[in-house]
Structures are given as structure tokens and as C-alpha cells.
């Protein structure tokens, strides 16, 4: 268990208001956690200090190799009052995976929870209540040793941010268009893809700018080998609902392993909709569309917990899902982990970890 010395922000930040628009990610809370780790030492001087800059040298390494990972999930207020976290057990251990693939020191899964619950208790007034928000929690571990050459690290922060935020799509759950791209890739297998790192994300930068300019909301990677199958869309998972099943592309090490992923699978399959993890191909999707058959598409993700696709692009191919509308399972769905999330709907899953009382 951590030894978490406190040092309270002498000069806290005034708090939005309760009908102040939160944009996502913009400000942040009056505290954050910091860890560091060296060989000798293991993980050591676990801190929770005023929010500010880090102090990095020049030549440290997640400047300029890109070592580095991250998660994001949330703290909800429930109904009752009470500040809850959704399943910072996945996210622990997706880091702690992350850290091994990119040949980094892993945080312990206990002490990513405990240093995530620690945090949010301290700056729980920052926890919106407004329909739809949340506060956002970042932890994210760098490389710093000070060394110009391409090789693991010695030494590592391990930092925890908190931002209250409100809707990710702020005219909510309304259904977006994205795109499939076919001259770019992300990820392939073998390489780092299911891993959550800034790499990753970086290398999507360019195709989502080319979307955007065309009126998409979102890239929807294709496989990196044979430019056929369908693998995630920018910061989400992707799922169909074709002839009556659920099904999203499998997880084979270059699609990142998905907390809200993972949820909508087991909720479907509860709800008695059959699901297939399997490979996708634009072209199944394209007949199946053509077909009539393919009646929902959604992103899965903790920012946006479930985001209907209203438009699907693939070459000259413009496929309008379900007239352009939010479908009902998209909706179960949405209001089912919401509900969940924020004490509404009974957790009989034990997803749920509470940090506090009302």
C-alpha cells in the first residue's frame, strides 16, 4: 500500500459553475498525483501537490522517443451523492500491459487504484453534476532519464491529472459520420497497437485532419497488412449490428483492448443478441448495408461511452445507417452503462468502485 504525502493547494482555482459549459479536457483540478520510480528504489515518493508544470530536462526520453503510455477514465457523482469510479481495475491492468510492451517500469495494479481513488476524493468538489459530465481522469506514466539514444529507460513519473468535463459530443448522442481510410494505417500487428500510447494516436493525426476537412467526424482504420479489414476508429472501438448480431473486429494486437469494449460485449451477449469478435471487411459491410441488413453502427469509448455512426464512407460508397439516427440498441446501451455509472441502474456487475460517501 502507498504512503501518499498530501500538500494541499494554498491557492485553489475558482470552480466552474453548475451551468458553466465544460469543454473536454480543458481545465484541470487543483491537485495532481506524482510517483517516480528509479532501479534502485522501485516506485517511490508517491505525492499528491498542487497542480502545475512538470520539471523534465531537455534530453529526457519521452521528448524525444516517444516513451510513454496513458489511460483515461472518469469519476461520476451518483444520484446518492456518491463519487464512483467505472472499472479502474481494467484500466490499471491495461497500463501495467502498456508499460511492458513499450519496455517500461509498471505501475502495480493496486497502486494505480489506490493513487486514482486517493486523488479523486481530495478534489471530489470538482466533480460536475450537470447531465452528461463528469470529471476525466488522466494518469500516464514518461520516460526521463536524460539520454539522447533509443533504449529503454531507467527512470519514469508516473502523474495522474483530473479535468471536469462535460458531454464529449456536446449536442449529445447524435450520430456522426466517419469515414474509412485507405491510404493511411495506425497500427499493425506485432507492433504497438494495443498498446495505449501517444504513438499511436499521433500516427492517426493526419488521416482524422483529411476527415474533418470532409465532413467526417472520425477515421475508421483499416488493417495494416491487407488494407481489407476494418479495426478501430481514432480514440473507439467499432461495432455492427448486422441481420440481428453484434459484431466488432477481434482483438489481435493491433486494436487497443477497450474497457467500454469489453462492457458492451458482456452487456449484449446478457441482453440475448449474439456476438461475433471476428475480421470485418469494408467490403461485408458495403453488401451487407447494400443488403439492408446492416441496421446499427457505434463507437465504444470512455470519453464518449457510446457514439452512434449515422454516415459510413468507403471510397465513392456513402452508406446512410438507420436513416441517420441513433438506434435502440445504441441507446440501450448509452443509457444502461450511464445509469450504471452514476448509480441509477443497480451495478449487479460490481463495476463500480466507490471512493466515497455523499
Given at each position: 500500500?502507498?504512503?501518499?504525502?498530501?500538500?494541499?493547494?494554498?491557492?485553489?482555482?475558482?470552480?466552474?459553475?453548475?451551468?458553466?459549459?465544460?469543454k473536454f479536457g480543458c481545465l484541470f483540478t487543483d491537485h495532481m498525483f506524482v510517483m517516480d520510480y528509479a532501479p534502485e528504489k522501485g516506485w517511490y515518493d508517491a505525492r499528491i501537490v498542487p497542480y502545475g508544470p512538470l520539471t523534465l530536462s531537455p534530453a529526457c526520453s519521452v521528448l524525444h522517443y516517444g516513451l510513454e503510455v496513458f489511460e483515461g477514465l472518469k469519476a461520476y457523482k451518483a444520484v446518492d451523492g456518491r463519487v464512483l469510479l467505472f472499472r479502474p481495475d481494467r484500466n490499471a491492468r491495461r497500463m501495467y500491459d502498456s508499460c511492458e510492451r513499450l519496455c517500461m517500469a509498471p505501475v502495480p495494479v493496486e497502486d494505480f487504484v489506490q493513487a486514482v481513488t486517493t486523488l479523486v476524493e481530495i478534489d471530489k468538489?470538482?466533480?460536475?453534476?450537470?447531465?452528461?459530465?463528469?470529471?476525466?481522469?488522466?494518469?500516464?506514466?514518461?520516460?526521463?532519464?536524460?539520454f539522447l539514444g533509443v533504449s529503454k529507460s531507467n527512470t519514469y513519473k508516473f502523474v495522474i491529472i483530473l479535468s471536469p468535463s462535460g458531454l464529449y459530443y456536446p449536442e449529445g448522442l447524435k450520430p456522426v459520420g466517419i469515414w474509412i481510410e485507405d491510404e493511411y494505417v495506425r497500427a499493425v500487428r506485432g507492433g504497438i497497437g494495443a498498446a495505449k500510447t501517444g504513438g499511436n494516436y499521433a500516427a492517426s493525426i493526419l488521416a482524422q485532419d483529411l476527415a474533418h476537412k470532409g465532413g467526417y467526424g472520425q477515421v475508421l482504420w483499416l488493417d495494416g497488412v491487407e488494407r481489407k479489414y476494418v479495426e478501430e476508429v481514432g480514440a473507439m472501438n467499432i461495432f455492427f449490428k448486422i441481420?440481428?448480431?453484434?459484431?466488432?473486429?477481434?482483438?489481435?494486437?493491433s486494436i487497443l483492448p477497450g474497457i467500454t469494449r469489453a462492457t458492451v460485449i458482456e452487456l449484449c451477449r446478457d441482453m440475448g443478441y449474439e456476438v461475433e469478435e471476428r475480421k470485418v471487411s469494408a467490403r461485408e459491410l458495403a453488401d451487407a448495408h447494400k443488403a439492408g441488413k446492416l441496421e446499427e453502427i457505434w463507437g465504444t469509448g470512455t470519453a464518449a461511452i457510446i457514439s452512434?455512426?449515422?454516415?459510413?464512407?468507403?471510397?465513392?460508397?456513402?452508406?446512410?445507417?438507420?436513416?441517420n439516427e441513433v438506434g435502440p440498441l445504441s441507446q440501450k446501451l448509452f443509457d444502461t452503462i450511464t445509469g450504471i455509472q452514476t448509480g441509477r441502474i443497480e451495478d449487479r456487475k460490481g463495476w463500480t468502485l466507490e471512493v466515497c460517501k455523499a
Amino acid at each position: 500500500m502507498l504512503n501518499i504525502k498530501v500538500t494541499r493547494n494554498e491557492n485553489p482555482k475558482a470552480k466552474p459553475g453548475k451551468d458553466e459549459a465544460l469543454k473536454f479536457g480543458c481545465l484541470f483540478t487543483d491537485h495532481m498525483f506524482v510517483m517516480d520510480y528509479a532501479p534502485e528504489k522501485g516506485w517511490y515518493d508517491a505525492r499528491i501537490v498542487p497542480y502545475g508544470p512538470l520539471t523534465l530536462s531537455p534530453a529526457c526520453s519521452v521528448l524525444h522517443y516517444g516513451l510513454e503510455v496513458f489511460e483515461g477514465l472518469k469519476a461520476y457523482k451518483a444520484v446518492d451523492g456518491r463519487v464512483l469510479l467505472f472499472r479502474p481495475d481494467r484500466n490499471a491492468r491495461r497500463m501495467y500491459d502498456s508499460c511492458e510492451r513499450l519496455c517500461m517500469a509498471p505501475v502495480p495494479v493496486e497502486d494505480f487504484v489506490q493513487a486514482v481513488t486517493t486523488l479523486v476524493e481530495i478534489d471530489k468538489d470538482w466533480i460536475p453534476t450537470g447531465k452528461g459530465t463528469s470529471l476525466y481522469v488522466r494518469p500516464f506514466v514518461i520516460a526521463v532519464d536524460p539520454f539522447l539514444g533509443v533504449s529503454k529507460s531507467n527512470t519514469y513519473k508516473f502523474v495522474i491529472i483530473l479535468s471536469p468535463s462535460g458531454l464529449y459530443y456536446p449536442e449529445g448522442l447524435k450520430p456522426v459520420g466517419i469515414w474509412i481510410e485507405d491510404e493511411y494505417v495506425r497500427a499493425v500487428r506485432g507492433g504497438i497497437g494495443a498498446a495505449k500510447t501517444g504513438g499511436n494516436y499521433a500516427a492517426s493525426i493526419l488521416a482524422q485532419d483529411l476527415a474533418h476537412k470532409g465532413g467526417y467526424g472520425q477515421v475508421l482504420w483499416l488493417d495494416g497488412v491487407e488494407r481489407k479489414y476494418v479495426e478501430e476508429v481514432g480514440a473507439m472501438n467499432i461495432f455492427f449490428k448486422i441481420d440481428g448480431k453484434v459484431v466488432t473486429p477481434m482483438l489481435a494486437g493491433s486494436i487497443l483492448p477497450g474497457i467500454t469494449r469489453a462492457t458492451v460485449i458482456e452487456l449484449c451477449r446478457d441482453m440475448g443478441y449474439e456476438v461475433e469478435e471476428r475480421k470485418v471487411s469494408a467490403r461485408e459491410l458495403a453488401d451487407a448495408h447494400k443488403a439492408g441488413k446492416l441496421e446499427e453502427i457505434w463507437g465504444t469509448g470512455t470519453a464518449a461511452i457510446i457514439s452512434a455512426v449515422g454516415r459510413l464512407k468507403w471510397g465513392d460508397d456513402v452508406m446512410i445507417i438507420n436513416d441517420n439516427e441513433v438506434g435502440p440498441l445504441s441507446q440501450k446501451l448509452f443509457d444502461t452503462i450511464t445509469g450504471i455509472q452514476t448509480g441509477r441502474i443497480e451495478d449487479r456487475k460490481g463495476w463500480t468502485l466507490e471512493v466515497c460517501k455523499a
